[in-house]
């Protein structure tokens, strides 16, 4: 059942550039929303609904990245603005539990399958993307081995959570095949994302 948004996504981005935003949120964003429609896919859930967490996860990144103890605190008041519902809040919250960054949230843990899907998708675009770059911001032809070697290396990509990443697992998805379902969704929007 396909659940009701109170607002579109030309409405979503707009709420996104009330505040300060540089091009790299933009391409997390847009990958995190794309990897979650891609996941969405998959499971035969609602791809909108789904689409739109990845989208909006960070609203409140261009107020709290020099805060971070305030990050996805503020977003309950930008999300309530907009009319979005507590449970739709909450699961965007939860990318945030378990941060010692962010102390309100620290003893909190993911429990649903949603959450540990959200948190794993805006997680690995870090990874990918960082392996783009490398590559010369080539995603076209990157496979799946190469980023397993990227993902196996701790010195690549430092600040990249990997252990949030190993979340998809606990949804019944192998690393390999989200690896596979994340770099396809990044491919489908390379332009937009400043990658080639």
């Not at 979005?84 to 620290?106: A, M, N, R």
């Not at 990874?127 to 397993?148: P, Q």
């Not at 990997?162 to 332009?191: C, N, P, Q, T, Y």
Request: aromatic content about 10%.
């Amino acid at each position: 059942m396909a659940e009701k948004l109170p607002i579109t996504r030309e409405q979503a981005i707009e709420i996104l550039k009330k505040y300060e935003q540089k091009d790299s949120d933009w391409n997390h964003y847009y990958a995190s929303e794309a990897i979650m429609r891609k996941l969405a896919e998959k499971f035969g859930e609602d791809v909108e609904y789904w689409a739109m967490l990845g989208l909006l996860h960070d609203v409140d990144w261009g107020l709290t990245r020099e805060n971070w103890k305030e990050h996805c605190i503020k977003a309950k008041e930008i999300l309530n603005a907009a009319g979005f519902d507590d449970k739709f809040i909450q699961i965007v919250q939860s990318h945030g539990y378990s941060y010692e960054e962010i102390p309100s949230f620290k003893e909190n843990k993911r429990t649903e399958k949603i959450e540990h899907v959200l948190v794993a998708s805006e997680t690995i675009t870090g990874l990918i993307y960082a392996y783009a770059l490398m590559r010369g911001k080539r995603i076209s032809d990157m496979d799946v081995s190469g980023l397993k070697k990227k993902f196996k290396d701790k010195s690549f990509a430092l600040n990249c959570k990997r252990d949030l990443i190993k979340e998809i697992e606990l949804v019944g998805i192998s690393l390999d095949e989200f690896f596979i379902l994340a770099i396809e969704a990044m491919k489908g929007i390379k332009s937009d994302i400043g990658l080639v």
